[in-house]
C-alpha cells in the first residue's frame, strides 16, 4: 500500500511560524516521524508540499491510480478551496485531513472546512502528533476497505 502526505502553503514553515501556534516541529521532523510509523504499519509513504493551490491540485492529479490514501494537512486552503476538494472527488483517492491547531477554537473563518465533508475523518489540534494519528486512521479505514 502506498499512502501520500500532502502538506499546503506556509507548512513548509513550519518550526519558526508561529510556534507558539503551531509547535516547534518542523516539517522534515513531521515527515522524519511519519516515515516511521508507515514503515511499521507496513505501508510506502510519499511526501509533498506546495504553497500554491494548482500544485497541489497536480500533485493529487499525479497520485491517481498510485497513492492509495492521502494525509493532507491543505493549510488555509482548507478553508477556501472548492478546487481542492473537487481534486480529491475527481480521483477518488481517500484521505484524512489533519491540523495542528484546533482549528474550531481559532477565527471563525477557520471553522469551516471545504474538505471535511468528502474526508474519510479529521484530526485537528493535537500538533505533530496528528499526521501519524492521521495516518494510523487511514491505513485502518484503507484495510477495511475505504
Ligand atoms: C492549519 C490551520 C489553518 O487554518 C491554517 O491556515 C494553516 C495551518 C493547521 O495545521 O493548524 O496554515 O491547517
Redesign the pocket.
Known amino acids: 500500500m502506498i499512502v501520500g502526505m500532502l502538506n499546503?502553503?506556509?507548512?513548509n514553515l513550519l518550526g519558526t511560524r508561529e510556534p507558539h501556534?503551531?509547535g516547534s516541529a518542523t516539517l522534515d521532523d513531521i515527515t522524519v516521524a511519519l516515515t516511521a510509523v508507515a514503515a511499521e504499519l507496513g505501508v510506502e509513504l510519499r511526501t509533498a508540499q506546495s504553497n500554491s493551490e494548482g500544485v497541489m491540485i497536480d500533485i493529487l492529479h499525479g497520485w491517481r491510480g498510485i497513492v492509495h490514501g492521502v494525509v493532507v494537512?491543505?493549510?488555509?486552503?482548507?478553508?477556501t478551496s472548492l478546487a481542492l476538494r473537487d481534486a480529491f472527488s475527481a480521483t477518488a483517492i481517500p484521505f484524512v485531513e489533519?491540523?495542528?491547531?484546533?482549528?474550531f477554537a481559532?477565527e471563525p473563518e477557520?471553522h469551516h472546512s471545504m474538505l471535511a465533508s468528502v474526508a474519510i475523518g479529521t484530526v485537528?489540534?493535537l500538533g505533530a502528533d496528528?499526521y501519524a494519528f492521521a495516518l494510523r486512521g487511514l491505513v485502518a479505514a484503507l484495510r477495511r476497505g475505504a
Open positions: 499546503g502553503p506556509n507548512l501556534i503551531y494537512n491543505a493549510g488555509a486552503y482548507t478553508h489533519v491540523h495542528l491547531s484546533n482549528v481559532r477557520r485537528t489540534g496528528g
